[in-house]
């Protein structure tokens, strides 16, 4: 969620002061106002999606981001109303309430430095689309109603986020950039549309028209994973190829923890041939869990949840993919999934 330019300029003046940062990046600090513990990806990770999100949309960060952790009873205070999380247009600060991380507020943020306003459904939508994978939904609301009124649903936001998958793939980033840096973030309907029809040299109708089309996938496969898919891939041997991650805390890819104290981490690997793979967790009377996603879109995505002990055969498609860890705080660090082609 972002903020109004007027609302937040208010809020400055009365909130708390912004905490004192506990770690200082070259781009990024982070600071908190609770005692829940930081993993030491959540400022490192944070950090570099932003550096790498400003540099793939054709500019350099030139500020330094504010995140701060912030208590759930503090979030009207911060962000002027009930939300997970907020980010200031006026100042480049970014709030979050239910965990560690929010790579949703930080997009805000380096969009809003890189002068990229936009109307709120697009504004929402490269948030949505440059998000971390904590939370994926499926349902949506019907284009038209998003586009003529207001974000504030989580199926809202699944709408805005695909519609802009949609038209980054139907065009490219860099027209996306331009339509939102000749657009701002009050635009109505008729407002936007004439502008739209210039930019990407198509009337929003047909776009939207051509948007029934794009497959209807869950937000985590429409996604980029931006850091995920840039990971170097994990070697084979032979026909066999085993994922292991440690997944500590005080690790410099290790996101989290969350409000249910989840941490994550990530590692990558490629299927250079089309066909049937097994994929195998392996079992423990302990709690984890896998998540296997392509580095694609809704047009060709896989995403497979697992828990200890799964073991299913899929047909994978060559190309990019990678498997996300995840634990509870106490639960064991080491884990890992083996892959074999069949």
Same mark, same amino acid.
């Given at each position: 969620?972002?903020r109004p ?7 400055? *003046?009365?909130?708390? $002061? ?13 600071? !908190? !106002? ?13 950090e ?7 540099? %793939? %949309? ?7 981001? +504010?995140?701060?952790?912030? @208590?759930?009873?503090?979030?009207? @205070?911060?962000?002027?109303r +009930? ?31 890189g002068?990229l ?16 994978s904590?939370?994926?939904?499926? $349902?949506?609301? &019907? ?8 974000v ?7 709408t *805005? ?6 038209l ?6 860099? =027209?996306?950039v331009?339509?939102?840096r000749? !657009?701002?973030?009050?635009?109505? /309907? ?5 502008? /739209?029809?210039?930019? /990407?040299?198509?009337p929003?109708?047909?776009a ?7 497959p ?7 996604r ?6 840039n ?8 026909? !066999? #190829?085993t ?11 290790? #996101? ?5 104290g989840?941490?994550?981490?990530s590692?990558?690997?490629?299927? $250079? ?7 195998? *967790?392996?079992?423990s009377?302990?709690?984890?869990? =896998?998540?296997?996603?392509k ?8 995403? =497979?949840?697992?828990?200890?002990? %799964?073991?299913? *055969?899929?047909?994978?498609? &060559? ?17 890992? #999934? ?5």
């Open positions: 969620m972002s330019s007027l609302l937040g300029a208010v809020l400055v *003046a009365c909130q708390p $002061a912004i905490p004192e940062p506990i770690w200082e990046g070259e781009y990024l600090h982070y600071g !908190t !106002t609770t005692d829940a513990p930081v993993c030491r990806g959540s400022f490192v990770l944070q570099r999606h932003a550096v790498e999100l400003a540099r %793939m %949309m054709g500019f350099e960060l030139p500020d330094i981001i +504010r995140f701060t952790r912030i @208590k759930s009873r503090q979030i009207r @205070k911060y962000c002027g +009930r939300a997970r999380g907020c980010a200031w247009d006026e100042e480049p600060y970014a709030f979050m309430a239910e965990s560690s991380y929010n790579f949703h507020e930080i997009t805000h943020v380096v969009a809003n430095l002068g306003s936009g109307p709120t459904a697009f504004n929402e939508g490269l948030a949505e689309v440059f998000q971390d904590s939370a994926s939904i499926n $349902a949506g609301t &019907p284009l038209a109603q998003v586009l003529h009124g207001d504030d649903d989580v199926m809202d936001y699944h *805005a986020g695909r519609f802009v998958r949609f980054i793939e139907r065009h490219d980033l860099a =027209l996306f331009e339509f939102m000749s !657009t701002w973030r009050t635009a109505e /309907f008729d407002e936007f549309a004439p502008i /739209f029809a210039e930019v /990407f040299g198509e929003i109708e047909a939207m028209a051509d948007f029934a089309d794009y209807n996938c869950s937000s985590g496969s429409n980029m994973a931006l850091l995920e898919c990971l170097p891939p994990q070697p084979w041997d032979g026909a !066999t #190829l994922l292991g991650a440690d997944v500590s805390c005080e690790r410099d890819d290790v #996101l989290g923890p969350d409000k249910i989840l941490m994550r981490t590692r990558a690997f490629e299927i $250079a041939e089309a066909g049937s793979y097994r994929l195998s *967790a392996p079992a009377t302990e709690w984890f869990f =896998l998540r296997v996603a580095c694609g879109s809704c047009w060709d995505s896989f995403e =497979l949840p697992m828990v200890p002990g %799964m073991s299913e *055969a899929h047909e994978l498609t &060559p190309g990019r993919y990678y498997v996300e860890f995840g634990r509870r705080v106490d639960e064991p660090t080491e884990l890992s #999934l083996q892959i074999e082609q069949l």
